[in-house]
């Protein structure tokens, strides 16, 4: 792991996103624009690859060497935050709250491996 720090901006009017910079570095350079998002949180891999993120309904993954996410949840009607890697970075925990009268919140458990879409 090196001492880059991650972490999410949230920039009125646009802009903001998931940055990535270093202790004294600055502001960084955004890796991912948050579209306006309201629930964008990451988390880094184990390894230092890459890391997890969710945007609103997706859980997504980020990979460094490739600049590029990849989709690994998308639920329906629903909003996914707070994601944190298992120690070997197999899996990941997130919060999953719905949408509807009352709110519910479950945490849940995703194997990266096995991306998947959920829906009610």
Request: charged share 20%; glycine share 16%.
């Amino acid at each position: 792991m090196d001492d880059r720090l991650l972490y999410r901006n949230w920039l009125i009017g646009g802009g903001g996103g998931i940055f990535l910079t270093s202790a004294g570095g600055g502001a960084g350079t955004r890796l991912v624009d948050d579209g306006g998002a309201l629930w964008v949180t990451p988390a880094r891999l184990p390894d230092g690859s890459g890391y997890v993120y969710t945007q609103d309904d997706t859980l997504n993954e980020y990979v460094l060497s490739g600049g590029q996410s990849t989709t690994l949840a998308q639920f329906y009607n629903e909003y996914v935050f707070n994601p944190s890697v298992s120690p070997d970075g197999q899996y990941v925990v997130f919060e999953r709250q719905t949408t509807g009268t009352p709110t519910q919140h479950d945490l849940w458990i995703l194997n990266r491996g096995r991306p998947r879409r959920c829906g009610r």
